[in-house]
């Protein structure tokens, strides 16, 4: 973590600003964690949409592949969903007044209410498109339903972060310290995941990061070069479960 003192004398930190993304508020909290998630959402999102458009009906095991993929990408979205519901906007909302704050953090919450039924549909999809017994005309259908849920659920998320990212990490920046940040994490963030979770959420969070981008993961070099080496696994599977979809994996 970089930090500098400006001309004003308020201490800031050098932001992660990494492709896609559509701000980095300067302040003093270093919020990499938050902007590495939501690379690694835009992402999936963005494969997720190709290969529901481009996987053949009649490949079932791609199918259960991405079925099972898209648990874990749901569910760490939903995890940090909710985090955010009962910890950061409510902080926000009470250490904030007269900047516009509660208009933001209403909308923040009623886009995770919009998202949260397109995961669930789209879990659905894929559980129908993986099972033998349904018959192609079925199946047909259902790729195509799946395919424009993920692709309106991919717009629908793309705003939701550019709004989050210029407007309620402005409002972080403006309102909260470091230590409040990290006490956010102790006490609603870092608590979603078990023991078992941990390997395979670094794992998503660390593939494709570029070595530079990776140094601001949290959690010291020893969990960065395990991440490094648990990214490479989850990459080569990936090769296999978007196989359908060119350069799959490479993201």
Same mark, same amino acid.
């Given at each position: 973590m970089t930090a500098t003192v400006p001309a004003g004398g308020a201490l800031t930190v050098e932001q992660l600003l990494l492709p896609?993304?559509? =701000?980095?508020?300067a302040g003093p909290v270093d919020v990499a964690a938050m902007y590495v998630m939501h690379r690694a959402f835009r992402r999936d $999102?963005?494969?997720?949409?190709?290969?529901?458009? =481009?996987?053949?009906?009649?490949d079932r095991e791609c199918w259960a592949r991405l079925?099972?993929?898209?648990?874990?990408?749901?569910? @760490?979205? %939903?995890?940090?969903h909710s985090g955010e519901d009962a910890g950061l906007w409510p902080l926000l909302l009470e250490r904030s007044s007269g900047d516009g704050a509660a208009a933001v953090l209403a909308a923040m919450s009623a886009e995770h209410e919009r998202i949260d039924p397109?995961?669930? #549909?789209?879990?659905?999809?894929?559980? @129908?498109?993986?099972?033998?017994a349904d018959d192609g005309a079925r199946r047909t259908l259902a790729r195509r339903t799946l395919a424009r849920r993920t692709?309106? $659920?991919?717009?629908?998320? #793309?705003? %939701?972060?550019a709004h989050e990212e210029r407007d309620a990490m402005a409002l @972080?920046?403006? %309102? $909260?310290?470091?230590?409040?940040?990290e006490r956010l994490d102790k006490e609603h963030f870092a608590p979603e995941y078990g023991l078992r979770d941990v390997p395979a959420v670094l794992a998503w969070v660390m593939h494709g990061l570029t070595p530079q981008a990776a140094r601001k993961v949290p959690g010291g070099p020893v $969990? %960065?070069? @395990?991440?490094?080496?648990?990214?490479?696994r989850l990459a080569r599977a990936d090769r296999r479960t978007f196989r359908h979809v060119v350069k799959a994996g490479e993201s």
């Amino acid at each position: 973590m970089t930090a500098t003192v400006p001309a004003g004398g308020a201490l800031t930190v050098e932001q992660l600003l990494l492709p896609g993304q559509a =701000a980095a508020p300067a302040g003093p909290v270093d919020v990499a964690a938050m902007y590495v998630m939501h690379r690694a959402f835009r992402r999936d $999102l963005a494969l997720f949409a190709a290969a529901t458009a =481009a996987t053949p009906v009649a490949d079932r095991e791609c199918w259960a592949r991405l079925g099972r993929r898209w648990e874990v990408f749901s569910s @760490v979205l %939903h995890k940090h969903h909710s985090g955010e519901d009962a910890g950061l906007w409510p902080l926000l909302l009470e250490r904030s007044s007269g900047d516009g704050a509660a208009a933001v953090l209403a909308a923040m919450s009623a886009e995770h209410e919009r998202i949260d039924p397109l995961l669930r #549909e789209c879990a659905a999809g894929f559980a @129908v498109l993986a099972r033998t017994a349904d018959d192609g005309a079925r199946r047909t259908l259902a790729r195509r339903t799946l395919a424009r849920r993920t692709a309106e $659920l991919r717009e629908l998320l #793309e705003a %939701h972060l550019a709004h989050e990212e210029r407007d309620a990490m402005a409002l @972080v920046q403006a %309102h $909260l310290t470091q230590r409040d940040w990290e006490r956010l994490d102790k006490e609603h963030f870092a608590p979603e995941y078990g023991l078992r979770d941990v390997p395979a959420v670094l794992a998503w969070v660390m593939h494709g990061l570029t070595p530079q981008a990776a140094r601001k993961v949290p959690g010291g070099p020893v $969990l %960065h070069i @395990v991440g490094r080496l648990l990214a490479r696994r989850l990459a080569r599977a990936d090769r296999r479960t978007f196989r359908h979809v060119v350069k799959a994996g490479e993201s």
